[in-house]
């Protein structure tokens, strides 16, 4: 291949090059000790050499050599593993180059004219692109060593360690879109390594005996240890990342979509940098997660409250202006983008360096100052600005509804349909007022006393730090929260600290229409919200009345509506009915999106993946931040498995419900590591109980009686008790207080970390579940072994993960609750691999009609069960079964009519009307009296057997089943017994198809003749004549060998199939 030129010394590479052949410019050299028959020591130490110092060269055995005459410098232009590869490139360079570079006179010259020819080369082989960072050349290398294809792309590689047997082996560490690959060559001994992302199940740092800090790579089978990075936490964010995107792309089951920030961008290591970035901006701040990051700025934002600057960094996204201080706490600023006027940029002067001025609604008005390339900033920001007013002028203009000239009311209505218009009316109508404002009679005084304080508070900091999406979000803003937010200001905060207000004004009418349309449905979603209507805030008022129900119920139906992926899922209407209590119905509804959306993004589907996820990072931090508890504990797996029911309800099952509202304002404020930092605090304030607790219920019992005892600082006024018995209550205020205080450094970055890496955990967990439950379900109805099961699952599992690979990138094949299915190109690969029975150039065509005819249900797709039981039929079943499947494969559905065969044996010559003669030994009877007593037995076992009976086998499709079986006996070890024996059973059955076509019309000779046919039992009868047909059957196979050879070359032969027809297509 052609290699970016690239400088090398002509002493230093004469020292460990032998030069093949040689021009007036260019030089062919092959590498010391390669291909030497004496050499052996040269070839390992330079092996060794390569290996430790040299990646580039120690891969390549021949290279070509620019070197032009009287100069001390050569430049390597092409490589190759093999002497052919080379010459290719050597002819291509005395055809078209060599007479050329005889005109130049100036050395300089013959090398730019060179480079840029072999530059543009490259160029044209990729189409164009970079190479970023020399990886092509050592794509290639990988490529030829592991026999992956092209379009497995290497992202990244790192020099390390691999320990074998507390031997450390240095080589080089490649990461490509699919794989984890090592290589090393030491001393003679060369060490692959090739694990697929799919496969693995944990990535962590760990220790190996005086080795302090490893990067252990686990499988289902064994873990590998790497060691000696330059950069330790690059290599593993890099292996963190590519196998979550792998697992989210090979287990369609999870419900787990990829970032649509890698959905459209060719995966490269810049672009897994990137992705990280913008995880981390949309986790701080809190924003949707279609957002991308488009330029990120160091500046400073005048602070009216500090009366000053105050240095940050600003963020700007698609829709989006965000500013974070540089010191915690100070400040964060979240502009929205429809909330902008303009952006414009002031004069600068020497103590408003490079002024950008973002004017907002409300007449306010935010400025930044030495902002870095303000220009092409600004310019980007308007451009941004301009499309978002056109998008919102288009949503606008297609849902305005026109205004009706006649009027929708008819002149005349039914006595009898008075009632059920009403009551259709009444669930129809969207609220408009929080459903508390419905319910609740007088307020006591001495609250009404406290929501005026908590009021007061908030106007003076309205008033300060300005009111609205736009508002300065300080440390002062938490305390305020962590106090308890007012009732009649809670539903509007809540809006704006989510930004669920920008959704809601940017959709009008939406909520409308989707109530409108959903509640005309009837879904599956739709059943389960009425069935769980009743059971949300069953205690409180507002859910005893109609009224109450109807609003629930239009705001899950129109959530199920606006997003089917989720749907409805249980614990949405505990959440949803604590939001509108506080919110308005359509308030209600954006803040549902918000939370299912982006604060807590893959909660809520079938497999509450997300909640697995938190639940399993949950445990970590319990480890490693409550350690006490952990020793007291061994096993806190049970402690943390109650955190999936805190999670899922944000607390508001296992609380009290003014409390449970508590948590619900800071989770709005902070986001969700207020829920890990609150549950991190309930246990350990339960330390030293939970420690004395007998066993696990009793450990739950203890939680559960503890947060039901976290009281509100109002509800100790209720009552003239309340003071005697308030030291046995804990007040949330004082609970979220000390989560602050002692885990408040968890940060949302550091959650996103140790999401990525636990997901691959509950994803594999998840994978083995699936799998359990295929295996369970096929384990009764095959004889199969439960080891053979799952080999055959694993290996119809790497057969998917193949074509997710390197297919057309639209795999109609996917996962279901049984396994894996294939289309028919996987499933032609799984047949041609562990089909006893291999029928040779006709195997295609068998694969074919197979897999027609177990494609029952034509979804034009294969079950692990289907693929199963046609396995065990040929594997276990006895010869009678096996035949009738053949028979099946010749007759439709499975042979279709438009089947064109050109073999001869499709003439009707081939009909005889030669007499057949059997010579049997020992003076055995004709073969006539056999097959009679043959077909009684065959009838007396039709009568027993209740399949039904199939169709006669005409002549053209005998003659396919013919052909099969010939192909059938092709290679095996009594191949002559065999097509003897098929011979005598072929003549045989020709016969009596004769017979047949001659007696079937009627007496006389004018009577029309009968159709050629024979049957089943007649096929059946004529085989059991010839004992090395039946032993051929009747041959035992090991499908667990069968299988474990096919494993050793599946990825390479698949691959290059895929690769052939990625190429031909």
């Given amino acids: 291949m052609w290699l970016t030129p690239e400088e090398v010394p ?30 052996k020591f040269t070839g390992m130490l330079v092996g060794a050499l390569d290996t430790v110092l040299d990646s580039n060269a120690r891969v390549t055995p021949f290279r070509i050599v620019l070197q032009v005459p009287c100069s001390q410098v050569s430049w390597v232009i092409a490589s190759g593993a093999s002497l052919e590869e080379v010459k290719t490139h050597w002819c291509w360079l005395e055809v078209n180059l060599l007479d050329s570079l005889s005109v130049f006179e100036n050395k300089e010259d013959i090398t730019s004219f060179v480079n840029g020819k072999i530059k543009g080369l490259i160029a044209d082989e990729s189409g164009g692109q970079p190479d970023p960072e020399g990886l092509r050349e050592v794509a290639v290398r990988l490529e030829q060593r592991f026999g992956l294809p092209q379009r497995e792309k290497l992202i990244a590689q790192y020099t390390c360690c691999l320990w074998k047997s507390h031997v450390p082996r240095q080589g080089w560490l490649h990461l490509t879109h699919n794989h984890l690959a090592f290589y090393s060559y030491l001393l003679g001994k060369e060490v692959k390594l090739l694990l697929a992302w799919a496969d693995v199940t944990g990535v962590e740092r760990a220790s190996v005996g005086r080795v302090t800090d490893v990067l252990r790579v686990r499988t289902r089978a064994r873990q590998r240890d790497f060691s000696m990075f330059l950069s330790m936490d690059d290599a593993m964010a890099t292996i963190t990342q590519l196998t979550d995107l792998a697992l989210r792309r090979v287990l369609p089951t999870a419900g787990l ?90 004069e600068t002067s020497s103590v408003l360096p490079d002024p950008v001025i973002v004017s907002v609604r409300g007449r306010r008005a935010f400025q930044m100052v030495g902002v870095c390339e303000r220009d092409t900033l600004l310019e980007a920001v308007t451009e941004r600005l301009r499309t978002l007013r056109w998008r919102h002028a288009i949503y606008k203009g297609q849902h305005t509804q026109p205004t009706p000239l006649i009027s929708t009311t008819p002149y005349y209505t039914f006595c009898y349909d008075t009632d059920r218009e009403a009551e259709k009316s009444q669930r129809d109508i969207i609220s408009t007022r929080p459903l508390i404002s419905l319910s609740q009679s007088q307020m006591p005084k001495h609250k009404a006393v406290e929501e005026r304080r908590k009021e007061v508070l908030w106007d003076g900091r309205f008033e300060e730090f300005g009111r609205g999406v736009h508002m300065f979000r300080t440390a002062c803003l938490h305390k305020l929260v962590a106090m308890g937010i007012p009732e009649s200001l809670r539903g509007e905060l809540w809006l704006t600290l989510s930004d669920a207000s920008s959704e809601m004004a940017a959709h009008p009418g939406y909520y409308a229409e989707l109530v409108e349309r959903s509640l005309a449905e009837i879904t599956v979603a739709t059943d389960e919200i009425e069935r769980d209507l009743h059971r949300s805030l069953p205690e409180h008022p507002a859910f005893q009345s109609e009224s109450g129900i109807n609003a629930l119920r239009r705001v899950l139906r129109a959530y199920a509506h606006h997003n089917t992926h989720i749907g409805y899922c249980q614990s949405m209407n505990i959440l949803a009915s604590v939001l509108l209590l506080y919110a308005k119905e359509e308030e209600a509804f954006w803040l549902l999106v918000t939370v299912c959306e982006r604060m807590l993004p893959d909660y809520f589907n079938r497999q509450v993946i997300g909640a697995q996820v938190d639940q399993s990072v949950f445990e970590e931090l319990l480890r490693e931040r409550v350690p006490e508890l952990c020793v007291s504990v061994p096993d806190v797996c049970a402690l943390a498995s109650v955190s999936l029911s805190w999670f899922l309800t944000l607390f508001l099952s296992a609380l009290p419900l003014a409390s449970g509202v508590c948590v619900l304002d800071a989770f709005f404020c902070r986001g969700a590591r207020v829920i890990f930092q609150l549950a991190l605090a309930v246990l350990h304030a339960n330390t030293h109980t939970l420690a004395a ?64 890496r636990h997901r691959i955990q509950v994803l594999q967990s998840h994978e083995d579940t699936i799998k359990e439950n295929a295996l369970r379900l096929v384990t009764p109805e095959v004889s199969l072994s439960a080891e053979e099961l799952s080999e055959l699952y694993d ?24 396994g894996y299915q294939l289309d028919l190109p996987q499933f032609k690969s799984v047949y041609s691999a562990l089909s006893p029975w291999q029928e040779g150039a006709h195997t295609d065509t068998v694969a074919r009609r197979t897999f027609t005819l177990l494609d029952q249900n034509q979804r034009n797709l294969l079950t692990f069960t289907q693929i199963t039981h046609w396995l065990d039929m040929l594997y276990c079943e006895e010869l009678n079964v096996k035949i009738r499947w053949l028979y099946r494969l010749h007759i439709p559905p499975a042979l279709m009519d438009s089947e064109d065969d050109p073999s001869p044996l499709k003439s009707p010559l081939l009909s005889t009307t ?75 059955l020709l016969q009596i198809g004769e017979a047949v076509q001659c007696g079937g019309g009627g007496a006389g000779p004018e009577a029309p003749r009968a159709d050629w046919t024979v049957s089943l039992a007649q096929i059946l009868a004529s085989l059991l004549t010839e004992a090395p047909l039946v032993a051929f059957f009747e041959r035992p196979a090991d499908l667990r060998a069968r299988i474990a050879a096919a494993t050793q070359r599946q990825y390479q032969q698949r691959a290059a199939m895929l690769e052939f027809e990625h190429g031909s297509g």
Avoid at 23 to 30: A, G, I, P, T, V
Avoid at 697 to 721: P, R, T
Avoid at 926 to 939: T, V
């Fill in 693 to 756: 607790s007998t066993d696990e219920g009793h450990a739950l019992m203890i939680l559960s009686s503890f947060l039901e005892q976290v009281k509100h600082d109002e509800e100790d006024c209720v009552c003239a008790e309340a003071a005697a018995g308030s030291a046995e209550h804990t007040h949330i205020t004082t609970l979220l207080k000390e989560a602050y205080e002692r885990f408040g450094d968890i940060s949302a970055k550091q959650l996103e970390r140790l999401r990525c």
């Fill in 795 to 818: 290996f119809i599992k790497t057969e998917h993960l193949i074509s997710v690979y390197w297919g057309d990138g639209v795999c109609v094949s996917g996962v279901c609750s049984e």
């Fill in 257 to 346: 979509r990829t970032p649509h920030t890698l959905i459209h961008t060719p995966l490269t290591k810049r672009a897994l940098d990137d992705h990280v970035l913008t995880q981390d901006v949309l986790s701080e701040f809190g924003l949707p997660r279609r957002e991308s990051v488009c330029e990120v700025r160091v500046c400073a934002l005048w602070t009216p409250y500090l009366r000053s600057h105050t240095h940050g960094t600003l963020v700007t996204t698609d829709t989006y202006l965000c500013f974070s201080s540089r010191e915690p706490g100070v400040c964060v600023l979240i502009i929205p983008l429809s909330e902008v006027l303009s952006v414009e940029k002031a």
């Fill in 914 to 988: 030669r007499p057949l003669h059997v010579d049997r030994p020992n003076g055995e009877s004709g073969y006539e009296e056999q097959l009679k007593q043959m077909l009684k037995d065959l009838a007396k076992e039709k009568e027993r057997d209740s399949e039904k009976p199939l169709p006669p086998m005409n002549q053209r499709e005998f003659i396919q089943f013919c052909k099969t079986l010939s192909n059938m006996f092709h290679g095996d070890a009594e191949e002559s017994e065999l097509f003897q024996a098929i011979a005598m059973v072929t003549s045989l």
């Fill in 10 to 39: 002509v002493k230093s590479a004469l020292k460990l090059w032998v030069t093949e052949k040689s021009n007036d410019f260019f030089l062919l050299q092959r590498r010391r000790g390669h291909g030497d028959t004496g050499g």
